[in-house]
């Protein structure tokens, strides 16, 4: 079989990314009901970890496990800054906006009596949001379990997890549903299992003095399988409870890598098959068709989790649409090779997967060029394979180092493509239904922590203040969202030059 280099590779994506995104296009090609956002989560945005009432998160406890960062301790003091960051939406013409929801903000022991201090800031959050026209995007779960919880009887792994979480999710229906019309249950599910289940310390199975116990092997698909149960059973409460009265939708969201075969050989091919059974089956399969992919019930036998006729029945159905995170694309052969963020922390997800990951890039930093065809391929991938259910991208976008440089071009000119990559995918009939660009602020992240940052609105973390300043980006997006800019024709080099002439100094 005739190989093709990774140079040829990458001619192959600068002329598709050239040909298929070149025409011009505006917010008005878009449907109208089309929202376009910004995201954030809580741990990331929110600070304030230890005011009115909440209660530590794995996520307290795992920033803070070598004592080398503060980890979101303060993070953008979104806890307190909150108006300001809504009227800094406004000002952009943002349509929605998705934040998650601290469950030991709101219940800080994990189950029983709500903070009313919790309850009251994510009203008043909502609220703010409502007021200005921007519809709430609420994540119920970003990674921030409970640490009393994990501390009790493991989180995720251990089905007691089910219980919980549908208790908490209740709560969040019944106080915020009036005014929340789009749920996600778990943030990107796929990767949380993968990589928090693996080899190196782990956000979601953490102790204050052990980050590393546990059976990788057996652990990710026990916490994947009780991921899946558990969405099921706060997604059908909900369609039993407040759905007819409240006329939301509530979803699963999992990260989707753009795969291609590394080379033309029949071999890359089919473990580029594999690896979209494990990374989009796993969960995709259950959800729309009841059960896991045949290729994984073969290779892993009694080490994959069974679902009973009536779990089966709970599953299949439950997701009005899937949130899609998707950062970059990537290349898959079937020969052993070093893998890359997000897989490289568990080899036996890997090895089970048959399926190696090759970067194109600095990928663990999320640094790559942009390749739009990545995602285009991602939304027909869904559409053929998956009914064509509705889709929500719910994080997109170019991380870059933490600098006071407002004029983040590379980041302008990724967004501008990926959008112009769902445009097209809606053109060829994916049912996405938005775009939301990860992050609204600089925030606190989990590779990188304040050196890396997603933001298209700068943040001072060295102002008391911590002042935001709109970046390039920003710029761009607002008058993309304003009808101000046609996406392919404007002029970067004076919306750059507008740019620098219009902000103060950070």
Same mark, same amino acid.
Request: proline share 2%; hydrophobic share 35%.
């Given at each position: 079989m005739k190989h093709l280099s990774l140079f040829s590779s990458f001619l192959l994506v600068i002329v598709l990314a050239t040909t298929s995104h070149g025409d011009a296009f505006t917010r008005n090609d878009f449907p109208k009901e089309f929202l376009f956002g910004a995201a954030t989560s809580a741990y990331q945005w929110e600070g304030a970890v230890d005011e009115d009432g909440r209660t530590p998160s794995v996520w307290d406890i795992t920033s803070h496990c070598n004592n080398e960062s503060i980890g979101g301790d303060i993070a953008c003091d979104g806890y307190h800054k909150y108006k300001e960051d809504v009227k800094l939406m406004a000002e952009m013409g943002l349509e929605s906006f998705r934040f998650s929801i601290s469950w030991s903000r709101l219940i800080p022991n994990g189950r029983g009596a709500i903070n009313p201090k919790g309850l009251l800031f994510y009203k008043s959050l909502i609220k703010e949001l409502r007021s200005h026209g921007i519809e709430p995007h609420v994540t119920l779960y970003h990674y921030d379990l409970p640490q009393s919880l994990e501390d009790e009887y493991g989180g995720w792994t251990n089905r007691k997890i089910i219980e919980d979480f549908t208790a908490f999710s209740d709560v969040c &229906?019944?106080? =915020?549903? $009036?005014?929340?019309?789009? /749920?996600?249950?778990? +943030? $990107?599910?796929?990767? &949380?299992?993968i990589a928090f289940y693996g080899q190196r310390p782990r956000l979601g199975h953490c102790t204050p003095t052990n980050c590393s116990t546990g059976n990788s092997c057996m652990e990710t698909y026990i916490a994947g399988h009780n991921m899946l149960l558990a969405h099921a059973s706060a997604s059908n409460l909900y369609k039993l409870k407040y759905k007819s009265k409240q006329k939301g939708s509530i979803g699963l969201s999992l990260f989707a890598l753009g795969l291609s075969p590394y080379t033309n050989s029949k071999d890359d091919e089919i473990a580029t098959q594999r690896a979209r059974a494990f990374l989009f089956g796993w969960m995709l399969k259950p959800l729309v068709f009841g059960d896991y992919p045949e290729e994984m019930k073969r290779t892993l036998g009694s080490r994959l989790p069974v679902f009973s006729a009536e779990e089966s029945e709970q599953v299949k159905g439950s997701s009005d649409f899937i949130g899609i995170i998707h950062y970059l694309t990537v290349y898959v052969t079937n020969r052993p090779s070093p893998l890359i963020f997000p897989l490289n922390t568990n080899k036996f =997800? @890997?090895?089970?997967?048959?399926?190696?990951?090759? *970067?194109?890039? +600095? *990928? *663990? *930093? &999320?640094?790559?060029?942009?390749?739009? /065809? %990545?995602? $285009? @391929?991602v939304l027909e991938y869904l559409k053929q394979s998956y009914n064509n259910i509705p889709i929500y991208i719910l994080e997109n976008g170019r991380a870059m180092k933490h600098d006071s440089m407002l004029q983040d071009t590379p980041r302008l000119e990724y967004i501008q493509a990926y959008i112009g990559a769902v445009l097209n995918a809606i053109k +060829? %009939? @994916?049912?996405?239904r938005g775009y939301f660009v990860w992050s609204l602020v600089d925030l606190y992240e989990i590779e990188g922590g304040y050196k890396l940052s997603f933001g298209i609105n700068y943040v001072n973390f060295s102002d008391p203040d911590l002042k935001r300043s709109p970046k390039l980006s920003a710029t761009w997006y607002t008058g993309f969202l304003n009808g101000a800019i046609d996406a392919a @024709?404007?002029?970067?080099?004076q919306l750059r030059d507008n740019n620098l002439s219009g902000s103060s100094s950070v």
């Open positions: &229906f019944r106080e =915020f549903g $009036e005014d929340v019309k789009l /749920w996600t249950t778990i +943030n $990107e599910a796929t990767i &949380f299992a =997800f @890997s090895a089970d997967m048959g399926a190696y990951i090759i *970067s194109t890039g +600095n *990928s *663990s *930093s &999320f640094t790559l060029d942009a390749t739009p /065809w %990545g995602l $285009e @391929s +060829n %009939g @994916s049912d996405t @024709s404007q002029d970067i080099t």
